[in-house]
């Protein structure tokens, strides 16, 4: 499976990335950068955590207008699984693919720690390999990751099982606890914590990456019939 | 020539925790009747003349400038000579 890590100006996580596809779950990943990038030969599309463009005008608000967003939409439109990581998860917010958008955390203040997550939907391409309600542990870093949505599209993204992970003490202020949700298809994942920080134990955990051996599994399975 | 004054604020009902802040420092300087604030955003643009700027800068708002799910924005527009 090949894996596409699209790179912005201010992209800071997208060698934890690379390296959580090629050197812990074993397949190919290039490093795309924005302007050259070329998606239509990848299977998975990652958006790395960071501060793109500086955090100019709102968190992921100046990526979400580049040039590479069209094929992002075209990617999505196909089906393909795009995961957004923190930042990732910001420009998908902006580039409206997923509903809502961020907030500064509730006491401004940048948080870098592990928190606790509850995995609320099992059963997505990006959680196969997780048990329902689930506790597991990953890293969390962010100054906006104070998700923010009304209640109309809250009760839309709970009747749709969007919601994918929650927070078990909620760090900063989320909506309901919400720590990562998907698309109505299911196809597209935006979340704040870093799974890709949590591919090998010899850092603490290797919660996260259960996250890419889903989408590699979704990914067999939906081969294998095929073939 | 025109100057275009955007003014961008959070929505009513969406938490603004810079504001609160804001107001607790206010609070300690004595302010005590300051009962709130929010902190929002000031832009502006130059644009060169054309017929329909009003249309332009509200789409400019809505694509860009100020994100609809959590801010609301308003503007005028001044002509600069």
């Known amino acids: ?227 | 020539m025109r100057k275009v004054k955007i003014y961008i604020t959070l929505k009513e009902g969406v938490l603004d925790p810079q504001g609160k802040a804001v107001q607790n420092s206010l609070h300690s300087l004595q302010y005590n009747n300051v009962s709130d604030v929010r902190v929002g955003k000031y832009m502006e643009v130059m644009l060169e003349e054309s017929k329909d700027i009003e249309s332009q800068v509200d789409k400019m708002c809505d694509e860009l400038l100020a994100n609809p799910v959590i801010e609301d924005y308003s503007y005028t527009i001044e002509e600069v000579v």
């Open chain 1, 1 to 227: 499976m090949k894996f596409a890590v699209v790179v912005f100006p201010g992209s800071n996580c997208d060698r934890d990335m690379y390296f959580a596809i090629t050197d812990a779950l074993g397949q190919k990943a290039d490093l795309v950068w924005y302007q050259e990038a070329d998606l239509s030969s990848y299977d998975a599309i990652l958006l790395p955590g960071g501060f793109s463009y500086g955090d100019y005008l709102r968190s992921g608000a100046i990526a979400s207008t580049s040039n590479v967003i069209k094929q992002i939409r075209e990617a999505a439109e196909a089906g393909k699984p795009i995961l957004g990581v923190c930042n990732g998860f910001q420009v998908l917010l902006e580039m409206g693919l997923l509903p809502g958008a961020m907030l500064p955390n509730k006491h401004l203040k940048f948080m870098c720690h592990y928190e606790t997550l509850k995995v609320e939907n099992a059963k997505t391409m990006f959680t196969n390999s997780y048990e329902e309600q689930e506790e597991i542990e990953l890293p969390i870093a962010h100054g906006d990751g104070n998700y923010y949505c009304d209640e109309a599209t809250y009760t839309q993204l709970k009747n749709n099982n969007q919601i994918a992970f929650t927070y078990k003490n909620n760090p900063n202020g989320s909506v309901e606890d919400i720590a990562g949700i998907t698309n109505e298809q299911g196809t597209v994942l935006g979340m704040m914590p870093h799974p890709e920080r949590a591919v090998d134990s010899l850092v603490g955990t290797t919660d996260g990456l259960r996250l890419f051996q889903s989408i590699l599994t979704h990914w067999r399975d939906k081969h294998a019939i095929k073939a």
